[in-house]
T-cell receptor, first 115, second 111 residues
Framework: DTEVTQTPKHLVMGMTNKKSLKCEQHMGHRAMYWYKQKAKKPPELMFVYSYEKLSINESVPSRFSPECPNSSLLNLHLHALQPEDSALYLC??????????????FGPGTRLLVL | GNSVTQMEGPVTLSEEAFLTINCTYTATGYPSLFWYVQYPGEGLQLLLKATKADDKGSNKGFEATYRKETTSFHLEKGSVQVSDSAVYFCALSTNAGKSTFGDGTTLTVKP
């Protein structure tokens, strides 16, 4: 099984809502990532978890709050978002964070619209 | 810092044409190099990779060779199909575990 799943597929939320994005993998990977991708742009790294601990936070605003409850799950909690946060949010995983040539496996993404 | 520069798109080709998408990079140390493909409405999929100089990555008829002397990792395919229409991203990663992506090149193949 080389699949990363993400739910929901689409999400519409108001600026005062609280919502969560979920990501799951069962490949035994110990590194998990959140990326933000705007239309016609490359993915931008937001967070990296390594062995369930936050390893990298790319200066992401606090209205985005990541959580890694166990080695298979990764959540992204959203609160008080702005319209400019509308984007495709991609989750990825890899065997480890720092291995040479580590391949990242991406999920299909959650398309978020903030009204 | 690290950076990846891809040839600007979009690229439009007829079926069975030869494809080249140029990619050059700047990095400290010895990065690994990747090509990812993104089909409409989907996440990124690894197409091929190379981890050291002169390595050739290949998959589904696509090839790219890690050229340290020219800091390049150009993607080639001898005969493209309509189903190859997608966005292609060149990327590098270092042992810090952070990936740097190029801006992406949109390929459209017409029958």
């Amino acid at each position: 099984d080389t699949e990363v799943t993400q739910t929901p597929k689409h999400l519409v939320m108001g600026m005062t809502n609280k919502k969560s994005l979920k990501c799951e993998q069962h490949m035994g990977h110990r590194a998990m990532y959140w990326y933000k991708q705007k239309a016609k742009k490359p993915p931008e790294l937001m967070f990296v978890y390594s062995y369930e601990k936050l390893s990298i936070n790319e200066s992401v605003p606090s209205r985005f709050s990541p959580e890694c409850p166990n080695s298979s799950l990764l959540n992204l909690h959203l609160h008080a978002l702005q319209p400019e946060d509308s984007a495709l949010y991609l989750c990825a995983s890899s065997q480890t964070q720092t291995g040479l040539g580590e391949t990242q496996y991406f999920g299909p993404g959650t398309r978020l619209l903030v009204l | 810092g690290n950076s990846v520069t891809q040839m600007e798109g979009p690229v439009t080709l007829s079926e069975e044409a030869f494809l080249t998408i140029n990619c050059t990079y700047t990095a400290t140390g010895y990065p690994s190099l990747f090509w990812y493909v993104q089909y409409p409405g989907e996440g990124l999929q690894l197409l091929l990779k190379a981890t050291k100089a002169d390595d050739k990555g290949s998959n589904k008829g696509f090839e790219a060779t890690y050229r340290k002397e020219t800091t390049s990792f150009h993607l080639e395919k001898g005969s493209v199909q309509v189903s190859d229409s997608a966005v292609y991203f060149c990327a590098l990663s270092t042992n810090a575990g952070k990936s740097t992506f190029g801006d992406g090149t949109t390929l459209t193949v017409k029958p």
